[in-house]
């Protein structure tokens, strides 16, 4: 006998356990509830999450959704029918064709295929190819599929350990001889494990594509499917031997879009279509079925060529996001902590204020090495413009041009797993690996519409979808 026919109500507590049993209703019940303002929601009572509170009633409702209804709002409720729900994405055996690519999907946490545990609310993930193919059955179409999970963890709990793990596995497969690698990622930090990749992994023979997904799989604005669907075909057979991350290009599921590791941001909490590059253009449209490279300078696929694992990372590197007003005693603060590297998000063209100079030249004299970037994410810091900018400058502060403030505090952790001398850091933060510095922005590498202007509404009415 199920959890849930030994508990009628299971998960629910108090007020809401209380509620429910007075209303003669049951989790997995088919019912029809009615609010006092003569709203009415129908659907199946799910579950209540043990962790959450005990005011409200859950119910999935027939567009997908789930709603809760506050326990002293509900007027009146009738059970329509009861099915007990066994929540679990059916595996099946993934096929294997002679004659379609590899792919090998190493999977670090992440919801991109999932199913609910209704005891906590959280998302458990599906992982093995069995389990994919139950949930997205067209990647047997596209490729021979092996999944290896190295581990499961929210992505802002990926660091050092993960990142050194995640690199030699990339290794191991390219060794091994597949045509692409696909990574499950949380989509938080996703920005950060494209970056360090790109200096971990170098001269790839094939395609690396970071893929997770915004929304989880059980809900109906999922995003997690199509854009496992554009990973593997561009892991499979796109031309981009990079580390790239493919998500949703616009809001909608027309296309997704391949971003360059070293140039891409989280841009919206929520947004499926999250992802931006930032001072450049994507590498690339996909789709379901086909590609369209929209920037031409990339590495192509090619499988004579041997890829150089460097998997090293200097924990002791931090951001100092700066804002006006700053003591600088934060600056004094982290050399008294060890730290070896700070990246500097200045303002501008990459300025601080003046009280903040003495405490940059202590920690300069103390041989930490000390970046700067710019807050404003496009754009150059150019220092030498104003005098400000000149004397960081003399101070020793290392200008690192149009390279993200997050890209570079990994090329710094990279840099400094290699090296403390002063000379060398400074030339290897200034020598692009993959275009984590670049000579220009194009002209349409900075593109952001302010709505509610009549240009950019035309724009909207005209294209959105």
């Known amino acids: 006998m199920s959890t849930e026919m030994q508990d009628p109500l299971k998960g629910y507590k108090g007020r809401a356990r209380a509620r429910l049993s007075a209303l003669g209703l049951r989790v997995w019940s088919e019912a029809r509830l009615t609010n006092d303002a003569g709203s009415v929601f ?18 999935k ?86 999944t290896k999970k190295l581990f499961g963890v929210f992505s802002e709990n990926m660091a050092r350990e993960q990142y050194i793990t995640l690199a030699h596995a990339i290794g191991a497969e390219i060794a091994g001889g597949v045509d692409g690698i696909v990574i499950g990622h949380g989509t938080d930090t996703m ?36 854009n496992l669907i ?58 379901r079925d086909s590609f369209t490279h929209i920037n031409s300078e990339y590495i192509q696929r090619d499988r004579s060529r041997q890829v150089k694992i460097d998997a090293v990372y200097d924990e002791r590197s931090t951001i100092l996001y700066y804002y006006p007003g700053m003591h600088p005693d934060l600056v004094d603060a982290l050399v008294e902590k060890g730290y070896r590297g700070i990246v500097i998000a200045g303002t501008g063209l990459g300025h601080v204020n003046k009280p903040l100079y003495p405490a940059i030249k202590r920690a300069v004299d103390a041989g930490v ?19 400000t900018g ?21 090329k710094l952790s990279w840099v400094l797993g290699h090296t403390s001398d002063r000379e060398e850091v400074t030339r290897l933060m200034r020598k692009p690996v993959n275009h984590e510095i670049t000579e220009r922005e194009p002209h349409n590498g900075y593109l952001i519409m302010q709505g509610g202007l009549l240009e950019t509404e035309e724009y909207i009415q005209s294209h959105w979808k």
């Open 61 to 146: 409702m027939k567009n997908g959704y789930n709603v809760g209804v506050h326990v002293d709002r509900v007027a009146a409720a009738v059970e329509l029918g009861f099915k007990e729900a066994i929540y679990k994405i059916p595996e099946k055996e993934f096929p294997v064709q002679p004659d379609l690519p590899r792919v090998t999907l190493l999977g670090t946490g992440g919801t991109i295929a999932s199913r609910l545990d209704y005891r906590t609310g959280a998302v458990i993930p599906a992982f093995t190819p069995g389990e994919l193919y139950g949930a997205v059955p067209e990647l047997a179409d596209i490729c021979n599929l092996t």
């Open 191 to 226: 920005g950060h494990t494209a970056a360090i990749l790109s200096f971990m992994v170098q001269d790839s023979p094939v395609p690396i594509v970071i893929v997770g997904s915004q929304r989880s799989s059980d809900r109906p604005s999922s995003d997690a499917a199509l």
């Open 369 to 387: 090495h000390v970046m700067m970037t710019v807050q404003t994410l496009w754009g150059y810091a150019q220092m030498y413009v104003y005098d």
């Open 390 to 410: 000149r004397d960081l400058l003399d101070i020793g502060i290392v200008p690192l041009d149009n390279m993200l403030p997050e890209t570079a505090l990994m």
């Open 42 to 59: 129908e659907g199946v009572i799910l579950p209540r999450s043990e962790t959450l509170d005990d005011e409200h009633i859950v119910v």
């Open 230 to 287: 554009h990973a593997v075909r561009a892991a499979a057979y796109g031309d981009i031997a990079e580390v790239q991350i493919s998500m949703f290009g616009p809001t909608s599921d027309r296309y997704g879009l391949l971003h360059r590791g070293t140039r891409t941001r989280k841009m919206h909490s929520s947004y499926r279509n999250t992802f931006r590059t930032i001072g450049d253009v994507p590498l690339a449209v996909v789709s």
